[in-house]
């Protein structure tokens, strides 16, 4: 059973637009939401991380949405570069159980020039 | 300030042969994580280490694997017999407990490919 759902598992953007990445969790005991982004080759690195007392978090073109009655938390990149191209993982972790990371099934994302 | 690193970057083993996949973390992190990514699966948990201590090994597939982290600096994750179904990325990652409960980001390694044949 998958803790974490991530969707769509495949995106393809124009240079300039927005993609948007949607996680749902079904562990309510979760509190921390980071998103990884990875490179071909290279392992996940962090993007950026929320905790479920905000609803939103931005830095820079990168904002985490986050709806804590729906069990959901989105990533919404805004105008997307060619640089954006990787794959994004959404994660989730209860930080009292020693920050176990379950993960999403990871977003492919290809922006085109 | 070097990261996490892991090693090797590829391994090709045939079935029934052993591997050892080495990660060091980063300095002074006494949380070491393992995880691994079967082909178009989610990244799983492995296990957790605290300093030389496995806290938490829920994650690992079965008897044939074995993680050891001598010291509470670098591990090791063996794997012995490799089976097929082995073949994925492992990585690594590492993270410090700032409070009770409270961890820095997990910063992960590049990733060990492992396929066996």
């Known amino acids: 059973q998958q803790q974490v759902k991530q969707s769509p598992q495949s995106l393809i953007v124009q240079k300039g637009g927005i993609s948007i990445i949607n996680c749902a969790y079904e562990n309510t005991a979760f509190d921390y939401f980071p998103w990884y982004q990875q490179f071909p080759g290279k392992g996940p690195a962090l993007l950026i991380a929320?905790?479920?007392?905000?609803s939103e978090k931005k830095e820079g073109r990168f904002t985490i949405s986050f709806n804590k009655s729906a069990k959901q938390f989105s990533l919404h990149i805004m105008d997307s570069q060619p640089g954006d191209s990787a794959t994004y993982f959404c994660a989730a972790s209860k930080q009292a159980a020693g920050n176990k990371l379950t993960f999403g099934g990871g977003t492919r994302v290809l922006v085109k020039p | 300030e070097a990261g996490v690193t892991q090693f090797p970057s590829h391994s090709v083993i045939e079935k029934g042969q052993t591997v050892t996949l080495r990660c060091d973390p980063i300095s002074g992190h006494d949380n070491l994580y393992w995880y691994r990514r079967v082909m178009g699966k989610e990244i799983k948990f492995l296990l957790h280490?605290?300093?030389?201590?496995?806290?938490?090994e829920s994650g690992m597939p079965n008897n044939r694997f074995l993680a050891e982290r001598t010291g509470g600096t670098y591990s090791t994750l063996k794997v012995q017999p490799a089976e097929l179904e082995d073949s994925g990325v492992y990585f690594c990652?590492?993270?410090?407990?700032?409070?009770?409960?409270?961890?820095?980001?997990?910063?992960f390694g590049q990733g060990t490919r492992l396929t066996v044949v």
């Open positions: 990652a590492s993270s410090q407990e700032r409070d009770r409960g409270r961890f820095t980001e997990a910063f």
């Open positions: 929320i905790r479920p007392d905000v």
């Open positions: 280490f605290v300093k030389e201590s496995k806290q938490d």
